[in-house]
């Protein structure tokens, strides 16, 4: 997959994207990387994947910081921005990649914890760091953003509410946004072949991915999706502050 973003076009710029250890986040910050800008890789436990990530870009010539934060802790996401303010001095543009709730052995009210809580404190913590044109991307799912008017597959349904939530909960701060002069857009796919959510529905409800990917037509794999969650960051901003990704007739015609 080619890279969306011209060589150079971000010179100058600073982005952080939380989950970006690995899958569409690790795919998405070589993308920025490659345009020039100055990338944060975020991490919960995957250390080892973000170091390398990083020394990969330094050794290609760019710039990249590695700050490993629990998003559902507070105190840990406040760590996070100091070690950006400390080493970048602000961002340009943040990611909110980061998701989960499949995970074994977590916490029942995980899924809402991450996915909408967690979402919401980092954006108002990076509010100070985002200057006046800068931009915030969330990422989420069609199975996620069609949540209220079309069923998913019951193993994938308590992280497509949470997720929703996740996505009314910071639409809910476009005003405060618009006030600091800071762009907000959702970006939706259908289910990306390869991610870990894919690799734990199939395990779950064997089929299900093959399944959708028939009922779709085609679905985009990590480095494709990762390439239009990058584009997001600089193509204009649909007035509904959402791009969708690939076919969603299955999911419109049921309605919004």
Not at 122 to 127: E, F, Q, W, Y
Not at 159 to 173: F, T
Not at 185 to 193: A, F, K, L, N
Not at 220 to 237: K, L, Q, R, T, W
């Amino acid at each position: 997959m080619s890279n969306p973003l011209a060589p150079g076009s971000l010179d100058g710029k600073r982005v952080l994207v939380t989950g970006s250890s690995r899958g569409i986040g690790a795919d998405t910050i070589g993308y920025f990387a490659e345009a020039g800008a100055s990338v944060v890789i975020n991490y919960r436990n995957k250390e080892a994947r973000a170091v390398k990530l990083a020394n990969s870009i330094r050794e290609n010539g760019g710039t990249a910081i590695v700050a490993g934060a629990d998003l559902t802790d507070p105190d840990s996401v406040a760590a996070l921005f100091d070690q950006v303010q400390a080493e970048l001095g602000g961002l340009d543009v943040l990611v909110l990649n980061a998701s989960g709730g499949m995970e074994s052995g977590m916490a029942e009210d995980y899924a809402m914890s991450l996915n909408r809580d967690a979402q919401v404190s980092v954006l108002t913590s990076a509010l100070p760091l985002l200057a006046p044109g800068s931009r915030v991307v969330f990422v989420t799912s069609h199975q996620a953003h069609f949540i209220r008017t079309t069923p998913t597959m019951p193993e994938y349904e308590q992280v497509a509410l949470s997720k929703r939530a996740g996505e009314d909960a910071l639409r809910d701060l476009i005003p405060r946004l618009d006030e600091a002069g800071v762009e907000f857009v959702v970006v939706s796919g259908d289910m990306i072949e390869g991610t870990i959510t894919a690799t734990l529905l199939e395990r779950m409800n064997p089929g299900a991915i093959g399944a959708r990917k028939e009922a779709a037509g085609r679905l985009y794999n990590v480095s494709e999706f990762a390439a239009e969650v990058a584009a997001a960051a600089v193509d204009p901003i649909p007035a509904d502050h959402t791009r969708l990704v690939g076919d969603v007739s299955d999911f419109e015609q049921n309605g919004v």
